[in-house]
């Protein structure tokens, strides 16, 4: 068979060729291409040196990425493309990296020390598809197995055993047996893998078609204790409730499913519900409860997403759904609207919307949400009055009040909160005559209480 790839691509393999060398396009794009995906990365391997693609490629702007280690990134038409010498590893470090790799001119030694049988293919129109180690074959039964002795490659690098399930979650791929029980044996070398590592590999788990499907799998392998352990509770947690047909954990991966594959929003799916466990009561009939769990579980999911080194901004964004899925939207003045909006936050209220629709359907026979659309649409034609919503929208700000004689600290704060409350009720006062008129009439004493 023939792979087509860009011209890009084409340069530098007939560069390498053209120079009395062999390149080859390798690993997952070699994968993706003959599974009829789109390639994100097209990676290049190559029997020269790096010092000579340094000289291969003179006439190509070049950046030495990861020359230490074989790899050069080689720069055609604006597009990057990483090309990286044969190599094999020495003893590995730590379970996660060699302690020396060794430059080769043979494909097999290359290939070999690779993880996958699916990763393990290379191809170039001269020599066709190089497959030694049955990766077609695997691609055919849907299977991920590993290169070799699966106990080696995940003793050699532990990450490895992370990067199985998000292959199968992402191929929908059955993995193979023995891979299976190495992975299962060797999970505890995972604490020797840094947070980020972890972190990466669940995002792509978490971003994959059926998320579920490798929390899943992380739970029969036994490895949430070492990626998200707080939902080990939820397994098997029944809830007793009649709202719920599905113990927590069910529950939870039936909401993560139904949303869309958007970070903040699929963490918050996985979470919204943490802190059930902690909160469990039964009333006089025997009806579980689950008070105050949304505070509990917005408290666990910054503990949890800060231990797993995420963003400020993703931890913030996750944080304010768990703690808002279990709004209601009973609000009778428009002015009770824009200070939800204004309390969640404009760039969070869609997203909180489609985690309370996700979270309705996953409870017994699907309640409907009426509620959430039709506050929808109030939000949204609030928006499109483009009314004040927050302190920004308002036409003056603390530097103004200051300089109508009030010293900088706490009373600016509250003079901007009491300003916002007067705007929300009524756009009109937005406007900067109106609240400095405004200002000059407050009771300050009152308003910050006077001290003692």
């Not at 003179?58 to 055609?76: A, L, Y």
């Not at 299976?180 to 505890?188: I, V």
């Amino acid at each position: 068979m023939k792979i087509v790839y860009p011209e890009e691509v084409k340069i530098i393999l007939d560069t390498l060729k053209g120079k009395g060398y062999k390149g080859y396009i390798v690993g997952g794009c070699v994968r993706d291409y003959l599974l009829k995906k789109i390639p994100q990365d097209w990676d290049i391997c190559t029997n020269a040196t790096p010092n000579e693609m340094l000289n291969i490629f003179k006439n190509f702007k070049v950046i030495p990425t990861g020359i230490k280690h074989g790899t050069i990134s080689v720069i055609v038409n604006n597009k990057i493309f990483e090309v990286t010498t044969f190599r094999t590893e020495k003893e590995y470090i730590n379970n996660r990296k060699p302690s020396e790799v060794e430059f080769t001119r043979d494909l097999k030694d290359d290939l070999k020390r690779r993880d996958f049988t699916i990763n393990a293919l290379a191809y170039n129109d001269e020599d066709g598809l190089i497959d030694l180690f049955c990766g077609i074959e695997d691609l055919e039964k849907s299977l991920i197995k590993c290169v070799g002795d699966p106990y080696e490659r995940f003793q050699e690098d532990a990450l490895r055993i992370l990067r199985g399930v998000r292959f199968a979650t992402k191929l929908n791929f059955n993995i193979d047996n023995e891979t299976f029980d190495a992975m299962h044996n060797k999970r505890e070398l995972l604490k020797n893998i840094s947070k980020e590592r972890i972190r990466e590999e669940l995002v792509k788990i978490l971003l994959s078609d059926k998320p579920s499907t490798g929390i899943r799998m992380l739970s029969e392998l036994d490895l949430l204790k070492y990626t998200i352990p707080d939902i080990e509770e939820c397994i098997g947690f029944e809830q007793k409730n009649p709202n719920h047909d599905k113990d927590i954990f069910e529950h939870t991966m039936c909401v993560l499913d139904n949303t869309e594959p958007k970070l903040n929003l699929r963490l918050a799916a996985l979470l919204h519900d943490i802190g059930k466990p902690k909160c469990f009561t039964t009333d006089e009939k025997g009806i579980g409860h689950f008070y105050g769990h949304a505070k509990i579980g917005e408290e666990l999911s910054e503990k949890i997403l800060r231990s797993l080194k995420f963003d400020n901004d993703t931890i913030l964004s996750v944080k304010i759904l768990v703690e808002y899925h279990m709004s209601l939207y009973n609000f009778e003045k428009d002015k009770s609207v824009k200070k939800f909006i204004n309390k969640v936050g404009l760039n969070n209220i869609e997203d909180l919307l489609k985690l309370q629709i996700a979270d309705r359907k996953g409870t017994k026979e699907g309640r409907d949400f009426n509620e959430i659309c039709e506050f929808k649409n109030r939000y949204e034609e609030i928006l499109n009055k483009k009314e004040p919503l927050s302190f920004k929208d308002l036409k003056i700000n603390g530097h103004d009040i200051m300089e109508l004689g009030f010293s900088q600290g706490k009373v600016i704060g509250e003079i901007l909160k009491y300003l916002l409350d007067k705007v929300l009720e009524d756009p009109s006062l937005n406007n900067k005559d109106k609240l400095f008129k405004l200002v000059k009439e407050i009771d300050i004493d009152s308003l910050i209480g006077k001290e003692e």
